[in-house]
């Protein structure tokens, strides 16, 4: 409280541009996966500890489509990797299919209306997908305990 009692308004502001400046860094300095592609569509997966998962799910708002995969759990859902995604279209051609290498998956998807199902630990959830021009659609897929 002393400190910006004794600041001016203008180093207010510059104080505050910095801060917001340098938490930005911190994020765009976290080594994001690189993106793969699968039958002709790009994705990343990822998001292995808390700095990888935040700046996945940060720049997953920029995608068409994020996946999180969790497994059911007393205190809270615990993230979970190795999940197989398939992802069939309307004809149940399957259009997409990749191991997770950790809990969340970016896809650049075309839009369209899509059937998925994950395979963890020899369960599969199956659920529907909508993914629409210029929207975020973000499916978290958890599996009972």
């Known amino acids: ?7 001016t308004p203008l180093s207010r502001v ?31 997966s990822g998001g292995i500890g808390s700095e990888e998962s935040d700046a996945m799910l940060v720049l997953g708002k920029k995608w068409p489509l994020v996946l999180e995969f969790s497994q059911d759990h007393p205190q809270r859902p615990l993230w979970v ?3 197989t ?22 896809l650049k998807m075309n839009p369209g209306k899509y059937d998925a199902e994950y395979s963890f630990e020899g369960k599969v959830l199956k659920r529907s997908l909508v993914v629409e021009e210029g ?9 009972p305990q």
Do not use: H, N, R
């Open 135 to 143: 929207k975020f659609q973000k499916q978290s897929v958890v599996w």
């Open 81 to 83: 990797a190795d999940v």
């Open 85 to 106: 995604v398939k992802i069939l279209d309307q004809k149940k051609k399957i259009v997409f299919e990749a191991l997770s290498d950790g809990p969340i998956m970016l």
């Open 1 to 7: 409280m002393l400190l910006t009692a004794i600041l």
């Open 14 to 44: 510059l104080l505050s541009t910095c801060l917001v400046l340098f938490s930005g860094l911190s994020l765009a300095q976290v080594d994001i996966p690189d993106a793969k592609v699968s039958q002709g569509i790009e994705y990343i």
